[in-house]
């Protein structure tokens, strides 16, 4: 896989650039702090109540911009997986084909937009003539992008951002990663666990990189009691991409008979009772 001349690519002052929503700020304009970290930070609390309150409205702009941007967007994936693996590495590879599996199966791909793993799964979704998707993020160290990403937001607020890529996915799917790639994996595992979403599969790829991190879920976590034994089940570990594509239709597959059986049982049970209440009226 050849590495495309992304804009994330080095160049003349490109580190000196920094996304706003729709503002572009080089140089000397970039501020020495994100939104999230002036957000979070709990020191210099003077001016809280007007600053937090403004905040909130800036908060409420990117959901709806994230809802209003996404709510048109096919069946997707989100695929995670680090920044900093390079072009050549088995992760890219491997993510590549992935994009290109999943968007001919009909999903749209959705990562975080920026390079490494991402850029890989946007670039097999995009050549593979599917919809990808990138959600960016305001980070000190931004690195733009990549131009192979056909839909893009850019957000300022972690949580904003993490919302979209749970509310418009039917699955996760992680590559090896660093601690961003570790937290949408347990975020997505507790939402799972807790029936905040519903058979919603989370596949690991890359099964050398997360058999240490499974092994102690197992031996530890679980052996303590920490969480059950059929928690582990909520995880799907392969390196084969297309067993990795099929777990994720044949679930979808199974929620949609789930869902149809009950819609057609409570039809059922709606005419039941309208004929019982018309049944009722005859008698009176």
């Given amino acids: 896989m050849s590495q495309s001349n992304g804009r994330h690519q080095p160049g003349p002052d490109r580190g000196r650039e920094r996304h706003r929503g729709a503002v572009t700020l080089r140089r000397g304009a970039i501020p020495t702090s994100t939104a999230d970290q002036r957000l979070l930070d709990s020191r210099g609390r003077g001016d809280w109540k007007t600053k937090d309150a403004w905040r909130a409205l800036r908060i409420l702009s990117e959901f709806v911009e994230g809802f209003d941007t996404l709510a048109d967007l096919p069946p997707a994936v989100s695929v995670f997986g680090s920044a900093r693996s390079m072009p050549e590495s088995p992760e890219c590879r491997m993510a590549e084909e992935l994009g290109g599996a999943l968007a001919r ?73 660093g601690f961003g790639t570790m937290d949408e994996l347990f975020e997505a595992l507790t939402l799972v666990q807790t029936g905040k979403v519903t058979r919603f599969p989370v596949v690991l790829m890359g099964a050398d990189y997360w058999r240490g991190l499974l092994d102690w879920l197992r031996d530890s976590m679980a052996a303590e009691g920490k969480i059950g034994p059929s928690d582990l089940e909520l995880i799907c570990l392969t390196d084969d991409v297309n067993a990795a594509v099929r777990h994720i239709v044949e679930a979808e597959a199974v929620l949609s008979a789930e869902q149809e059986a009950i819609r057609v049982e409570s039809v059922a049970r709606a005419e039941a009772d309208q004929r019982a209440a018309a049944d009722e009226g005859g008698k009176g």
């Fill in 105 to 177: 199966a009909g999903y749209a791909v959705i990562t975080g937009g920026g390079p490494g793993v991402m850029e890989a799964a946007n670039r097999g979704a995009s050549e593979a003539g599917g919809l990808s998707v990138g959600l960016g993020i305001e980070l000190p160290f931004e690195q733009g992008l990549n131009d192979w990403v056909d839909l893009a937001i850019d957000f300022r607020y972690f949580f904003a951002r993490k919302t979209m890529f749970v509310k418009y996915a039917q699955a996760f799917v992680v590559l090896p990663g």
